[in-house]
């Protein structure tokens, strides 16, 4: 049977409206009606029962540390809860809590981890509690000492392993490299071994809590063995001390620090007198000390001249010019030197004529004469010294500086094209030299196969030292030579260079003082400048440091688009400036109920029902703002959570921000004891705000700028998705890894290194 023509236009007419509903059709969001915060909310006084007052009388014998009444109180308060449970009604979940508290009456810690792995065994303590337990439990000097040197052997078997699985894993396609992977791998590990500490960072820590332990305990059955390892591990942390006092001492000798390099040595003969290596150094460090303090005691000494030496007749000229304000300096000094090129008194002369051409803008003129001076044996030549630590000075000579940095930029691209990390020559490891050598030299020779590639990257690879030293020179010759004769050259070639670095703001303050710059390009500048600017001046989280540096844009670049932006930005952060702002999301309402609730904000269950109909929060949720101020974030028209919300202040009495404030702290803490993934993040300035909400002092405003704070509660689901990423259980890591400069290609297991503990940097 064939339909009709209008049934066709009739259902295809239903179809796409039934498929236009399935496909785009969402409900849309508006504000509801009145307040969010349910106005009924009426907390009546809790009279206390049996259980209450029996749980009063726990903490009551706790407090004084009465022992035996507080156990008493506990059976009583135990046997209440076997009662109830007897008549199928709900315990009073008071009885973990309360035992924990009794067991804190023991005066020995030893006992009361003990009673509380028993606590945590009975299996009927709440997931909070357990949390809060199980940290107790571990806080063991032994269990930690245990668990510190367990890490120590996985990383030393897991260092062994890894040297020779990885050479053999990517040896699968080309086995005939294999000898020659496993023995540069074989290197490495013996340099590895070599360097490594006698008593490694793990087995500091295992020396702490054992130390800890015997001043606790020192008549417990484990204090003799452990009295041993104390001894072994700290003559073996005064060996590391020692080395690490040693190689100190070495590096400030080669940069001639002597008087560092000696108290080096010195320490390091506090940790092991008479060592034959420190006291070497303290010897050498000494003597060069003493000529040092000779050397520059004769530079300060004054002889009186002999028969053969200076006329002062013939050097008077010269010494006048010197000491008048006007004198002719350079005519004194010309006049000695014509008459006696090659007298006692011409190195004189040439310094100070060579002062003269630097005063009157001769800048090469100056330079040539300070280096033939410095070119000069010191012993026979008294200026040599003078001229010499001028010439060599870059922060003196800086043009000269500046010129050599270039040319060794030129020299280290070269080198790192060729080379690759190589190109400084081979690092110093701390190694004997052939031990050095046979681990460096074949890993530069692989390094040179991929030049290539290197050679590609140039363009676009970070600036080298040598280049960001020559920029630094060329900045000290600018600042003590802005007109000098070379300060068009410096300054073409820091622009260049800021310019290639993206760092509009120098490139532009170079750009104004270059002669010739067109409009066109201070525009250009200026405009890039003032982007990044703004860009910078919004990172700041103080306000007060934010806004005064989006004043400084608005003020120094009003007619670039970036200027107009930070102007609006600051009326912005003006108009809309808060005390504080403390966020709380969606996600983390619905994942803790205890605060949406009437114990927290006291939410209408609507705004979290999931139907935009009748009013629904946004995913941004809520904040709280100056005082009692809150504002409430809903969905827009559109009903999608991924626009803009729409936005409602209201302001709460100070008993419902009090109890809101108290619940967040509670959930947060309970959150983070029973979830390691949900840390409490510290934040001192939202501490304060809600430490003033809890007395009542909310409402009057701190205007200090470091009093704002801005932070922001999210559900886990928020942070990490559906999903969150697992640690293997496994040991080892499976990696899969290749290179196509040796063609190689290979899977191997590589032993994880266990995580360093956060208190880690207090033993390096």
Avoid at 115 to 132: C, F, H, K, M, Y
Avoid at 221 to 226: G, K, R, Y
Avoid at 242 to 259: D, F, K, P, T, Y
């Amino acid at each position: 049977m064939i339909a009709s023509r209008p049934s066709r236009r009739l259902a295809l007419l239903l179809a796409l409206v039934g498929g236009a509903g399935l496909l785009g059709c969402r409900t849309p969001g508006a504000i509801p009606r009145g307040s969010a915060l349910e106005q009924s909310l009426h907390h009546a006084v809790l009279v206390p029962d049996v259980a209450d007052t029996t749980a009063a009388e726990v903490a009551a014998a706790a407090l004084v540390s009465d022992r035996e009444e507080a156990v008493l109180a506990l059976e009583r308060l135990e046997s209440i809860d076997t009662v109830l449970i007897a008549f199928d009604e709900a315990p009073t979940g008071l009885g973990p809590v309360a035992r924990d508290l009794v067991n804190t009456t023991v005066d020995d810690d030893r006992r009361y981890r003990d009673a509380t792995r028993q606590l945590l065994e009975a299996g009927d303590v709440g997931p909070a509690l357990r949390g809060r337990l199980e940290q107790e439990a571990a806080d063991d000097p032994l269990l930690l000492a245990r668990a510190r040197m367990r890490d120590s052997y996985v990383i030393s078997f897991g260092r062994a392993f890894n040297a020779v699985a990885e050479p053999l894993g990517r040896s699968i396609m080309t086995t005939s490299m294999a000898p020659y992977r496993l023995g540069r791998a074989l290197l490495g590990y013996l340099a590895e071994v070599y360097r490594e500490d006698p008593l490694p960072l793990q087995e500091r820590q295992a020396l702490v809590h054992w130390k800890d332990f015997l001043a606790l305990h020192p008549d417990a059955e484990e204090a003799p063995e452990l009295s041993i390892k104390v001894g072994q591990a700290e003559a073996e942390w005064r060996e590391t001390q020692r080395n690490h006092a040693v190689r100190s001492a070495e590096s400030a000798l080669e940069r001639g620090q002597i008087r560092l390099a000696l108290v080096y040595a010195d320490r390091a003969l506090g940790y092991v007198p008479e060592d034959p290596k420190a006291s070497d150094l303290r010897d050498e460090a000494a003597e060069r000390l003493t000529r040092q303090r000779e050397n520059r005691s004769h530079s300060l000494a004054s002889v009186d001249p002999d028969e053969d030496g200076v006329a002062p007749p013939r050097a008077r000229p010269l010494v006048v010019s010197l000491l008048l304000p006007n004198g002719d300096v350079a005519a004194a000094a010309q006049q000695l030197l014509t008459r006696a090129p090659d007298g006692p008194l011409a190195d004189e002369a040439t310094f100070a004529l060579a002062t003269t051409r630097g005063e009157a803008g001769d800048e090469d003129a100056m330079w040539d004469l300070l280096e033939q001076l410095a070119e000069q044996d010191p012993d026979r030549v008294n200026m040599a010294r003078h001229a010499a630590a001028i010439y060599n000075n870059p922060d003196e000579n800086a043009y000269e500086a500046f010129e050599r940095a270039k040319h060794r930029n030129v020299l280290d691209s070269a080198l790192w094209v060729l080379f690759g990390p190589f190109y400084r020559g081979l690092p110093d490891r701390g190694l004997p030299e052939p031990l050095g050598w046979a681990l460096d030299v074949p890993a530069a020779a692989e390094s040179v196969m991929g030049s290539p590639m290197r050679l590609i990257q140039l363009p676009w690879s970070p600036a080298l030292p040598a280049e960001q030293l020559a920029a630094h020179y060329a900045y000290r010759y600018l600042e003590r030579n802005p007109d000098g004769e070379h300060a068009t050259e410096a300054r073409e070639w820091l622009e260049a260079y800021e310019a290639d670095r993206g760092n509009w703001v120098g490139a532009y303050r170079i750009a104004e003082e270059r002669e010739g710059v067109s409009i066109e390009e201070l525009d250009e500048y200026r405009d890039k400048a003032a982007e990044q600017s703004l860009r910078v001046a919004g990172e700041p989280k103080r306000r007060d440091v934010r806004l005064s540096m989006m004043r400084s844009v608005a003020q120094e670049y009003p007619d670039t688009p970036a200027g107009h932006q930070a102007g609006n930005s600051i009326r912005w952060e003006i108009a809309n400036a808060t005390e504080h702002r403390i966020r709380i999301s969606r996600g983390f309402l619905v994942e803790n109920p205890e605060v949406a609730g009437p114990g927290g904000v006291g939410l209408r269950p609507e705004l979290l029902d999931g139907d935009a109909a009748n009013g629904e929060l946004h995913p941004e949720g809520l904040a709280l703002l100056s005082g009692t101020e809150i504002v409430f974030y809903y969905l827009g028209p559109s009903g999608d959570g991924d626009d803009p919300p729409l936005s409602a202040h209201e302001r709460i009495d100070a008993d419902r921000l009090a109890r809101l404030v108290s619940a967040l702290e509670e959930a947060s803490f309970e959150n983070s004891l029973v979830d390691p993934d949900d840390a409490i993040e510290a934040n001192s300035q939202r501490d304060v705000f809600f430490e003033r909400a809890r007395l009542g002092l909310a409402d009057q405003a701190d205007s200090r700028a470091t009093a704002h704070s801005e932070f922001a509660y999210r559900g886990m689901r928020e942070r990490y998705g559906m999903v969150r990423s697992r640690e293997s259980i496994l040991p080892f890591d499976l990696v899969i890894k290749g290179s196509l400069s040796d063609l190689s290609f290979g899977a191997f297991p590589r032993i994880r290194k266990p995580p360093t503990t956060p208190d880690a940097f207090l033993y390096r």
